[in-house]
């Protein structure tokens, strides 16, 4: 199946292949996707015209053809061009009077062309050259999906898609590289390879370990232990970085996994009863068995500490299913993920009702007002972020100094915030290009070299933001947060572990516990809640992964790191919290190989119970492209 996250060519610029001008040597290859129906292609096309001429010899443009699928003139015209160019090989001219003449082609207006290039009507052409040009068109247009080319047009930048703005200053700076452009376009890669919040999460944990037996260690150890104070008029909250670490960055974790649950509950994989029912099954198991495990296992004192057991770290076990790749079904990758957000969710709440301290009924009572107001703002249609920030920061507060831990405003705000129908795309559209129309038609050049104007300007982030939903919209800027600041800060801080010969003296007990209860209890736990649901009619496991291949998913739920670390230091005592850190890291790393040696292998697509596999097909005879 065809990648939306391709980024890069299927296949390099060849003279033989493509349309190409300027010199081989050239220091910038601009490849473009285009239509010559394509309206925003002939606003491209004078781009490009005045990039050519201002960077000469370094630019070499290389143009294939993307059709739009709904326009058979487009097919048509990308024929015409390659007439020409297969019969008297003069592309450029061609290009540039389709490019002028458009985009919108009349009754007549393609024969024009063709006339004007003394190309004979279509049903003279020679059989041998019309499947030569047919040919061309569709292997251009099939390159560009391959490459990820959704839209036209689509610009590649020496060899790899380019996604900024199509204005000249924008895909200059691109072109020349600018400190600013790599810096985006690295971190753009970084985090779009899916194992990278895990490297780092892995990163920060070696780091943490390593300096806390280091020489650096005691002063490692001694600036997460600094207070630090903020003061409200008469209220003074006064806490460790530590804490500040704990109880408010990681809130922006909390405010992410509400905010994924309440993506799903809604518009995905668990939006449909019968489709959530195997991975909700799954984390049912998964919670259960570790925690029965665990309290068998342990000594009395310790029982009230098993939440640490139910967790499973989502972005250690999903960067480890992307390692394996093709042997790992979407499937199976959707599954694991939507049951890990469940226990994250479940985990958050017995943070919330029994890992938090002794209750002030005050503070509660606010609390329970303010989260009172955000359902009201919701419910009042408010799909401004600024409210929802606001009362969420005093419920963090409010939280706070009553007792329960702070972290659960995150998940309220999530909860609160309001999703909203899908818009009409069309109307918006039309409404954006009617304010931009206007101010053209009354503003002239004024607009062209200053911007729309504020009113404008208004009405369209009036448009963008309908475009969206608010929780949405705070997912997708949370998220990056979370993933790539609060999580590693948090592993930075709490992985730290000074290793002495008694750590573990006296709780080999509770080492064992942790372990089994992590490592044999999460397997065990999904694969039988999974195969209960199954059994029972209650859910249907997908055709495109074994049961194998399941309880491989459930061993690597097991890896449980984060969420397990801060429940073991809400829960435990500090004496005995870094031996649950080294049960907690010896059951991850447990857990990880089980299930790296579970699904290394891959399945016989014979196995498999339909044998088929997604592959994107190009009907002969239709057109071609993207709109």
Same mark, same amino acid.
């Given at each position: 199946?065809?990648?939306?996250?391709?980024? &890069?060519?299927?296949?390099?610029?060849?003279?033989?292949?493509?349309?190409?001008?300027?010199?081989?040597?050239?220091?910038?290859?601009?490849?473009? +996707?285009?239509?010559?129906?394509?309206? +925003?292609?002939?606003?491209?096309?004078?781009?490009?015209?005045?990039?050519?001429?201002?960077?000469?010899?370094?630019?070499?443009?290389?143009?294939?053809?993307?059709?739009?699928?709904?326009?058979?003139?487009?097919?048509?015209?990308?024929?015409?061009?390659?007439?020409?160019?297969?019969?008297?090989?003069?592309?450029?001219?061609?290009?540039?009077?389709?490019?002028?003449?458009?985009?919108?082609? $009349?009754?007549?207006?393609?024969?024009?062309?063709?006339?004007?290039?003394?190309?004979?009507?279509? #049903?003279?052409?020679?059989?041998?050259? #019309?499947?030569?040009?047919?040919?061309?068109?569709?292997?251009?247009?099939?390159?560009?999906?391959?490459?990820?080319?959704?839209?036209?047009?689509?610009?590649?930048?020496?060899?790899? &898609?380019?996604?900024?703005?199509?204005?000249?200053?924008?895909?200059?700076?691109?072109?020349?590289?600018?400190?600013?452009?790599?810096?985006?376009?690295?971190?753009?890669?970084?985090?779009?390879?899916?194992?990278?919040?895990?490297?780092?999460?892995?990163?920060?944990?070696?780091? %943490?370990?390593?300096?806390?037996?280091?020489?650096?260690?005691?002063?490692?150890?001694?600036?997460?232990?600094?207070?630090?104070?903020?003061?409200?008029?008469?209220?003074?909250?006064?806490?460790?970085?530590?804490?500040?670490?704990?109880?408010?960055?990681?809130?922006?974790?909390?405010?992410?996994?509400?905010?994924?649950?309440?993506?799903?509950?809604?518009?995905?994989?668990?939006?449909?009863?019968? @489709?959530?029912?195997?991975?909700?099954?799954?984390?049912?198991?998964?919670?259960?068995?570790? %925690?029965?495990?665990?309290?068998?296992?342990?000594?009395?004192?310790?029982?009230?500490?098993?939440?640490?057991?139910?967790?499973?770290? #989502?972005?250690?076990?999903?960067?480890?299913?992307?390692?394996?790749?093709?042997?790992?079904?979407?499937?199976?990758?959707?599954?694991?993920?939507?049951?890990? /957000?469940?226990?994250?969710?479940?985990?958050?709440?017995?943070?919330?009702?029994?890992? !938090?301290?002794?209750?002030?009924?005050?503070?509660?009572?606010?609390?329970?007002?303010?989260?009172?107001?955000?359902?009201?703002?919701? &419910?009042?249609?408010?799909?401004?972020?600024?409210?929802?920030?606001?009362?969420?920061?005093?419920?963090?507060?409010?939280?706070?100094?009553?007792?329960?831990?702070?972290?659960?405003?995150?998940?309220?705000?999530? %909860?609160?915030?309001?999703?909203?129908?899908?818009?009409?795309?069309?109307?918006?559209?039309?409404?954006?290009?009617?304010?931009?129309?206007?101010?053209?038609?009354?503003?002239?050049?004024?607009?062209?070299?200053?911007?729309?104007?504020?009113?404008?300007? &208004?009405?369209?982030?009036?448009?963008?933001?309908?475009?969206?939903?608010?929780?949405?919209?705070?997912?997708?800027?949370?998220?990056?947060? !979370?993933?790539?600041?609060?999580?590693?800060?948090?592993?930075?801080?709490?992985?730290?572990?000074?290793?002495?010969?008694?750590?573990?003296?006296?709780?080999?007990?509770?080492?064992?516990?942790?372990?089994?209860?992590?490592?044999? $209890?999460?397997? !065990?736990?999904?694969?039988?809640?999974?195969?209960?649901?199954?059994?029972?009619?209650?859910?249907?496991?997908?055709?495109?992964?074994?049961?194998?291949?399941?309880? $491989?998913?459930?061993?690597? @739920?097991? /890896?449980?790191?984060?969420?397990?670390?801060?429940?073991?230091?809400?829960?435990?005592?500090?004496?005995?919290?870094? @031996?649950?850190?080294?049960? /907690?890291?010896?059951?991850?790393?447990?857990?990880?190989?089980?299930?790296?040696?579970?699904?290394?292998?891959?399945?016989?697509?014979?196995?498999?119970?339909?044998?088929?596999? $997604?592959?994107?097909?190009?009907?002969?005879?239709?057109?071609?492209?993207?709109?």
């Amino acid at each position: 199946m065809v990648s939306n996250r391709a980024v &890069r060519l299927d296949r390099p610029v060849d003279r033989a292949m493509d349309h190409v001008a300027g010199a081989d040597g050239a220091a910038i290859t601009l490849v473009e +996707y285009g239509s010559y129906l394509c309206q +925003y292609c002939h606003a491209a096309h004078e781009v490009i015209r005045h990039l050519a001429d201002e960077f000469g010899d370094r630019l070499r443009y290389v143009y294939r053809h993307l059709p739009l699928t709904d326009r058979m003139d487009a097919v048509r015209a990308a024929e015409l061009a390659e007439y020409v160019a297969q019969t008297t090989g003069q592309f450029w001219p061609v290009h540039d009077a389709l490019m002028r003449r458009g985009p919108v082609f $009349g009754p007549g207006a393609l024969d024009e062309v063709a006339a004007q290039f003394g190309v004979p009507d279509r #049903t003279a052409w020679d059989p041998d050259i #019309t499947r030569a040009i047919v040919a061309r068109v569709r292997a251009d247009a099939r390159g560009g999906l391959n490459s990820g080319a959704r839209v036209t047009p689509t610009f590649f930048i020496n060899g790899r &898609r380019y996604e900024g703005p199509w204005d000249e200053v924008s895909l200059k700076e691109a072109m020349f590289r600018s400190l600013g452009h790599r810096i985006h376009t690295a971190s753009v890669d970084f985090a779009r390879w899916a194992p990278s919040t895990g490297l780092l999460l892995l990163i920060m944990t070696i780091a %943490a370990v390593v300096i806390s037996n280091s020489p650096w260690a005691e002063p490692f150890l001694a600036f997460w232990e600094r207070t630090f104070a903020i003061s409200f008029g008469q209220l003074e909250l006064a806490m460790s970085l530590l804490d500040w670490v704990d109880n408010g960055l990681l809130t922006v974790f909390f405010l992410v996994v509400g905010l994924e649950i309440k993506r799903e509950l809604t518009v995905g994989r668990l939006a449909n009863p019968r @489709a959530a029912a195997l991975p909700l099954a799954a984390a049912a198991g998964g919670m259960l068995a570790p %925690a029965l495990i665990f309290f068998l296992l342990v000594p009395a004192e310790f029982r009230h500490a098993w939440g640490m057991t139910i967790t499973t770290d #989502t972005a250690f076990a999903v960067a480890l299913l992307v390692v394996l790749g093709d042997r790992i079904p979407v499937d199976l990758r959707v599954f694991l993920t939507a049951a890990v /957000i469940v226990d994250d969710l479940v985990a958050i709440v017995l943070v919330a009702l029994i890992y !938090s301290g002794a209750l002030q009924l005050t503070w509660l009572a606010a609390s329970v007002g303010l989260t009172a107001m955000l359902f009201l703002l919701n &419910r009042s249609h408010v799909y401004r972020a600024l409210p929802y920030a606001v009362v969420g920061a005093v419920l963090w507060l409010a939280l706070h100094e009553s007792g329960i831990h702070a972290t659960l405003a995150g998940v309220v705000v999530a %909860a609160a915030t309001p999703t909203r129908p899908p818009a009409n795309l069309a109307a918006l559209l039309a409404q954006a290009q009617a304010v931009i129309d206007a101010e053209v038609r009354f503003r002239g050049d004024a607009m062209m070299h200053t911007g729309p104007s504020e009113p404008a300007l &208004r009405t369209l982030d009036d448009v963008h933001d309908r475009i969206e939903s608010p929780a949405s919209k705070l997912l997708r800027a949370a998220e990056p947060w !979370s993933s790539y600041f609060a999580l590693p800060i948090f592993a930075l801080a709490n992985a730290g572990l000074v290793w002495s010969a008694d750590v573990l003296t006296g709780r080999e007990r509770l080492v064992a516990a942790i372990v089994l209860a992590l490592v044999l $209890g999460k397997f !065990s736990g999904v694969f039988l809640g999974a195969r209960i649901a199954v059994a029972s009619g209650i859910a249907v496991k997908p055709r495109t992964y074994t049961w194998r291949q399941l309880g $491989g998913a459930g061993a690597l @739920a097991g /890896i449980g790191f984060t969420m397990s670390l801060f429940i073991a230091g809400q829960s435990l005592p500090a004496a005995d919290f870094p @031996a649950a850190k080294v049960a /907690i890291f010896l059951a991850s790393l447990a857990a990880a190989v089980a299930g790296l040696v579970i699904l290394w292998k891959p399945v016989p697509a014979e196995e498999l119970s339909d044998g088929r596999s $997604g592959t994107d097909a190009l009907e002969i005879g239709s057109p071609i492209g993207a709109s």
